[in-house]
């Protein structure tokens, strides 16, 4: 079930919090689609992640400006002043990814790039310059 909730949230672009099932159970992310009593056609809900779901856990909820979202990821983008926040979380854990390494402001920005990449670029005005970090973001966590 796990698998189908990432194939569900890869195709929508949105972070899936629970898959509800036809008789209107939460599916459990650890059974298979047989022993969740899934049948050929069945249809599912979606209950989507809202951004305060992502920022506020276990910290002060943040005001955003935007949010990308990759896989299990998502960078929550606040504009503060002059210069760009970003946060970096791993949505099925909660986890925040390093800060240290990739807290942007002031002259670079964080974007999702490759195959499960992250970069943080710096910046010329609106446009990315030149890469300071690239980092697989299971490294990340």
């Known amino acids: 079930m796990l698998n189908v909730r990432r194939?569900?949230?890869?195709?929508?672009?949105?972070?899936?919090?629970?898959?509800?099932?036809?008789d209107a159970r939460v599916a459990i992310e650890s059974q298979t689609v047989l022993e969740a009593n899934l049948q050929d056609g069945d249809m599912l809900q979606a209950v989507l992640f809202t951004v305060q779901d992502i920022v506020g856990h276990g910290e002060r909820a943040l005001p955003f400006?935007?949010?990308?979202h990759s896989g299990d990821y998502a960078i929550i983008v606040q504009e503060v002043l002059n210069f760009s926040r970003y946060?970096?979380?791993?949505?099925?854990?909660?986890?925040?990814?390093?800060?240290p390494l990739l807290e942007a402001a002031s002259g670079h920005a964080l974007a999702f790039v490759g195959d499960q990449e992250v970069e943080k670029g710096q910046m010329d005005g609106d446009q990315v310059v030149a890469t300071v970090l690239r980092k697989n973001l299971e490294d990340l966590l």
Not at 65 to 68: A, C, E, N, Q
Not at 87 to 99: E, F
């Open 7 to 22: 194939s569900a949230e890869t195709m929508s672009k949105r972070a899936i919090k629970h898959l509800i099932t036809p």
């Open 65 to 68: 400006d935007r949010i990308d």
């Open 87 to 99: 946060r970096l979380y791993h949505l099925p854990s909660w986890r925040r990814g390093s800060a």
